[in-house]
């Protein structure tokens, strides 16, 4: 079975940082892209951040540019998204999902994804 597990949210204060992990099971992720989306309360699912398979390659949301900088280690396949600098508005919560070679930001294209990580940022 093809599994992805989030892990690493919680409550911070503003301007303080997390690190999510993004596990995955049941298959490698070296052929992958991995991507974080957030959902907060009320709005759309979002794209953040991007990686590709060999790690060569990395995008990142206008919103999260500078703060948040995602990494992979394959030979723990998993992925990472440490989050610095955290504002109220980055609480969401975030979710790792998969696509075949190539980074995108689509959620349409992403497949297996995560349960999601609950991030609250919140004096």
């Known amino acids: 079975q093809l599994q992805l597990v989030e892990s690493g949210g919680g409550l911070v204060q503003p301007g303080e940082s997390l690190r999510l992990s993004c596990a995955a099971s049941?298959?490698?992720?070296?052929?992958?892209?991995i991507g974080w989306f957030r959902q907060a309360p009320g709005k759309e699912r979002e794209w953040v951040s991007c990686?590709?398979?060999?790690?060569?390659?990395?995008n990142y949301a206008d919103s999260v540019k500078g703060r948040f900088t995602i990494s992979r280690d394959n030979a723990k396949n998993t992925v990472y998204l440490q989050m610095n600098s955290l504002k109220p508005e980055d609480t969401a919560i975030y979710y790792c999902?998969?696509?075949?070679?190539?980074?995108?930001?689509?959620?349409?294209?992403?497949?297996?994804w995560g349960q999601g990580t609950q991030v609250t940022v919140s004096s």
């Open positions: 999902a998969a696509r075949l070679r190539f980074c995108g930001r689509s959620s349409a294209n992403f497949n297996p």
């Open positions: 049941g298959f490698s992720l070296d052929y992958y892209s």
């Open positions: 990686i590709t398979s060999g790690g060569d390659s990395t």
